[in-house]
């Protein structure tokens, strides 16, 4: 069974940086694509990025494209994001994500099998 444990979230100011991390155990990580998600209160679940399981292809949403950079480091079996230029906006539970790579082709934004528990991130005006 994949587990799944996030890091690093907080409390910063807008403008600010923060860095995301995603720990894997109980499987082998390089066998798994990955993705982050995050909710803000009342809102449903959106897509942030995803990588590959090579870390070969990334894909990141256009509300995040240009601040926030998804990589992941298998020889660690962790993955990462990191968050600049952080806006209020950018406030939720963030939650790393986890599919197996055998699933036929790469849908970067859906059908993840495993979740963490999530990590708060808030970003003050």
């Known amino acids: 069974q994949v587990q799944l444990v996030e890091s690093g979230g907080g409390l910063v100011q807008a403008g600010g940086s923060l860095r995301l991390s995603c720990a894997v155990s109980g499987s082998t990580f390089s066998m798994y694509h990955m993705g982050w998600f995050r909710q803000a209160p009342g809102k449903e679940r959106e897509f942030v990025a995803a990588?590959?399981?090579?870390?070969?292809?990334?894909d990141h949403a256009d509300s995040v494209k240009g601040r926030f950079t998804i990589s992941r480091d298998n020889a660690k079996n962790t993955m990462a994001v990191q968050m600049n230029s952080l806006k209020p906006e950018d406030t939720a539970v963030y939650y790393c994500?986890?599919?197996?790579?055998?699933?036929?082709?790469?849908?970067?934004?859906?059908?993840?099998?495993?979740w963490g528990q999530g990590t708060q991130v808030t970003v003050n005006s």
């Open positions: 994500a986890a599919k197996p790579r055998s699933r036929a082709g790469w849908e970067p934004r859906y059908e993840y099998d495993y």
């Open positions: 990588i590959r399981w090579s870390g070969g292809s990334t």
